[in-house]
């Protein structure tokens, strides 16, 4: 059960620390890793996640790293792509379409788009490795206060006769 905790932990710091590099470097270029029909792109601190089959180039494989000039956005892109917005909170924007043409070339389009500021997502992965530092300040404090040391700094405590007093070293009462 400990091992899942770490593992998740892990992942967690990993993703933080691709979800912080990712941010910084969506300001200089575009990064758009398509898989049909699923297409991610970031772009200026944003991230976007779409089902769709009428996205462009979408069958391709793989991750594609593209200058914009001028630098493209994701906000202002998805309204001309998918019209008006399904629903909007704080900056996480949803939108959904479907609609059936018919005619030469009949069918059915759908499209859903998710955009979440990368920012969103540090803090979110950021959530487990606080916590796990706190637990290890927590467990290092009964580790010492179990060794007969003051829980706080960790000064000796085994000599003094008053279990009760304040630590003579930082004041710490225990
Ligand atoms: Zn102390």
New binding site residues.
């Given amino acids: 059960m400990r091992w899942i905790l770490n593992m998740a932990v892990a992942v967690s710091l990993f993703l933080l620390i691709a979800t912080l590099v990712v941010w910084h470097e969506s300001h200089d270029y575009g990064m758009i890793y398509s898989n049909d029909p699923w297409r991610i792109t970031l772009i200026d601190g944003d991230l976007m996640v779409e089902q769709s089959n009428m996205l462009l180039g979408g069958t391709e494989l793989g991750i594609s790293i593209e200058h914009f000039d001028p630098p493209m956005n994701i906000r202002e892109l998805a309204p001309w792509a998918y019209g008006e917005k399904q629903w909007s909170i704080g900056h996480v924007d949803y939108y959904d379409v479907e609609f059936t043409l018919t005619g030469p070339t009949p069918g059915v389009f759908f499209g859903q788009a998710l955009i979440v500021p990368l920012g969103y997502l540090a803090v979110l992965f950021a959530i487990l490795p606080l916590l796990w530092l706190v637990w290890l300040r927590k467990r290092s404090r009964s580790h010492r206060v179990r060794r007969g040391l003051?829980g706080?700094?960790g000064?000796d405590l085994r000599g003094s006769t008053n279990k009760a007093a304040a630590?003579p070293?930082?004041g710490?009462t225990p």
Avoid: T
């Fill in positions: 003051c706080a700094c000064y630590c070293e930082c710490a």
